[in-house]
């Protein structure tokens, strides 16, 4: 089987790229990362991928000013660069820009987000003080696939960690990233395995492999 080429879209430290990077090179996940795509010039994630010989792309926002409509056109940008190198899935690890139809609708059930709570709970900026604050006793973080709705798409896999008492968000989520770091590359191994598929608002888990 070919490994299937992703394209990962990250504005921060990349901790989700790093754990990608890691389960490819220990041959746990049958992919290759083709390129990765920065809104944030000095973005972590970037050098991350310098490091391991994977193509990064700084694209400056500033690029799209002045455009009728500039997030549109961002991605118009994007969608070009994905598409000039193949990707056949579209990672949001950390991309802390809302994506729009452009690239929704070109990547429908081939982009996947990976938010730090579980999802439908605290959606959005924050989760983990939302959950916090919320006074809950189990959080967790949710791979799923993106559409129009912010955190809103077909879960496709999720992981629990305890809230306790002594929580700060930072304690709870250094907690859920451990999560976090074990659960994309399974999600994305899914993928790559064709045993993901989508009905209504739901995505399945397929036994065998297509
Ligand atoms: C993670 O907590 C992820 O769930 C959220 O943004 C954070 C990104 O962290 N979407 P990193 O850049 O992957 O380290």
Known sequence: MRPIRLGVLASGRGSNL???IAAIEANKLD??????VSNKQDAVALERAQRHGIKGIFLNPKSVVGEPDPRMAYDQKILEVLIEHDIQLVLLAGYMKIVTSVLIDAYRWRMMNIHPSLLPSFPGLNAQQQALDAGVKVSGC???FVTEGVDEGPIILQASVPVNESDTVASLSARILEQEH????????L??????????????RLENAS
């Open 18 to 20: 790093q754990a990608i």
């Open 31 to 36: 992919a290759t990362i083709a390129v990765v």
């Open 142 to 144: 949710t791979v799923h």
């Open 182 to 189: 074990q659960l994309f590359p399974r999600a994305v191994q």
């Open 191 to 204: 993928f790559a395995e064709g045993r993901l598929s989508v009905e209504g608002k739901k995505a399945k």
